[in-house]
């Protein structure tokens, strides 16, 4: 609360005690009596609340509530569900809750799978521009639950949770670093060279938090991710295992010696050079 420079408005007891009787007979009632001078910014209520409260400060977000983000937001699907298709205005980005949704692009007619994506991922971010079109088609891979959240609703979250908009900032971070990925891998012509350059990749980034050379992709994701059909990325794992290049455990990929896969990567090179001398 503000003070006010004229004090609290009540007399002294020694002048009170000095006043005469006439004196408070002439006196205005106290009904009437003039009140201290006080800031017109300050309401006349808050003369009347403890000092404290007027310097609060409103608690800082701990975070959204995700029962009620899912209760306002939560879109349920069922396999095999058409969240969206490209070309279709994109009004909705989508966070997905549950399940997984693979991303499609038509390719000269023929559909190629970007990517699949898990419970934690954001899609369908180009809602985020006015007027954007869908670049791709989201079908859902299992039921599941994505949060659909318009370009105003995204924006107040990200703004009053940093925690979120960390969270996005990284996602469209690694977005891009798979996108680069993906590039150079198309750039190799043997579709040996193409998995184990995927799996070099996927290694170093298991290795980077902390982790083994481990990881677990299913076979549609590891194609996604090198731009070759499952069966033939399969039959490509199938070799390495029996190399002992790659173990399978448990669903998840493990590479013994990730040296080794390195100088097979570097012998893949340089076989496919010499084949393009001849």
Known sequence: MISSPEGDGVAPDAEREASSSSDA???????????????????????????ASSARVEPAESGPDPERLRARFGRPFEAGDVIFREGEPGTESYLLEEGRVRLIKKVRGAERSLMVLKPGDLFGESALLGGAAR??????????VALALDQGTLQNLV?????????????????????????????????????????????QQSRATGSAASFAISPMELSTRVGLDVDTVKRAVQQLREGQYLRVADERLEIPDIEALRRLFGLLGLKDEIRGEQ
């Open 25 to 51: 007979e002439r006196a205005p009632p106290p009904a009437a009596a003039a009140e201290p001078a006080r800031s017109p910014s300050v309401p006349a209520a808050s003369r009347d609340e403890p000092a």
């Open 135 to 144: 670049s791709s088609t989201a079908i859902a891979l299992s039921r599941g």
């Open 159 to 203: 703004e009053r949770n940093p925690a979120v908009a960390m969270r996005i900032i990284k996602q469209l971070v690694g977005r891009l670093r798979d996108a680069e990925d993906q590039i150079e891998i198309m750039m190799l012509n043997d579709t040996q060279s193409k998995v184990v350059n995927a799996l070099l990749k996927l290694a």
